[in-house]
């Protein structure tokens, strides 16, 4: 989708507080460090180097924003955080990028939808279940949710139906989609449903009678034929 080449970095804060307010709706990508989290982000905007993408995991310390709009018009924005769960990083490190993660998922205002990226071959790990109990109100509160299953081209396609159910399962009300940057699977599907997100469908206003009042709602019997 054209939307998503338009991505341009925008800025990048170590803490909460360093990030600028943000008025359009933000996505977050978010996932363990060794999840293809930067691939992703990279294969759906079709930018090789947007997102930092390194053979050593854990190499994103900050929360790096990209803007999203055409013709100059920002009317989104991306956020990729830190990866979590990277063992060669020392223990002061880790609990200081999760307490960012946590703040931000938990705080930020505009924050319109949450992209976990998930290694299929491992499934959900306990990091991940736990990222899910840290979203859980939110998401009950009507934040957008998305599973990404990564590198969907190293299973067979029994072994991505068989994961794609028991990810569902435990989802926690969120979408799951397969996704892989090699074959392009899911590419098209992912940013269709991002640009969604950051563009709802409003409801209709109800049609004004003739005395200019609103028209009343239609009986329930009709509403359902």
């Not at 931000?104 to 790990?125: A, N, Q």
Request: net charge positive; proline share 6%; charged share 20%.
């Amino acid at each position: 989708m054209g939307w998503m080449h338009t991505a341009k970095f925008l800025t990048t804060a170590a803490q909460l507080h360093h990030l600028p307010p943000i008025h359009v709706p933000e996505i977050a990508f978010v996932g363990r460090s060794n999840a293809g989290k930067s691939t992703c982000i990279n294969t759906l905007t079709q930018q090789k180097q947007l997102a930092f993408a390194s053979k050593r995991p854990g190499r994103t310390q900050h929360i790096n924003l990209f803007s999203l709009g055409k013709h100059g018009v920002t009317d989104a924005v991306l956020a990729d955080l830190p990866g979590y769960g990277y063992a060669k990083v020392s223990r002061s490190d880790k609990v200081r990028w999760q307490q960012v993660m946590v703040n931000y998922l938990v705080s930020r205002p505009g924050l319109t939808g949450i992209v976990l990226l998930c290694d299929p071959r491992l499934g959900l790990t306990e990091l991940d279940e736990a990222l899910l109990e840290v979203l859980r109100p939110r998401v009950e509160e009507g934040l957008k949710f998305l599973i990404v299953l990564t590198k969907a081209d190293k299973l067979t396609r029994s072994e991505q139906a068989k994961i794609l159910s028991i990810t569902r399962l435990n989802a926690a009300g969120g979408e799951v989609m397969m996704f892989s940057a090699l074959k392009k699977q899911g590419v098209d599907e992912v940013a269709q449903l991002l640009w969604q997100w950051a563009h709802p469908v409003q409801p209709a206003a109800p049609a004004a009678a003739p005395d200019g009042t609103a028209a009343p709602d239609a009986p329930e019997d009709s509403q359902q034929n």
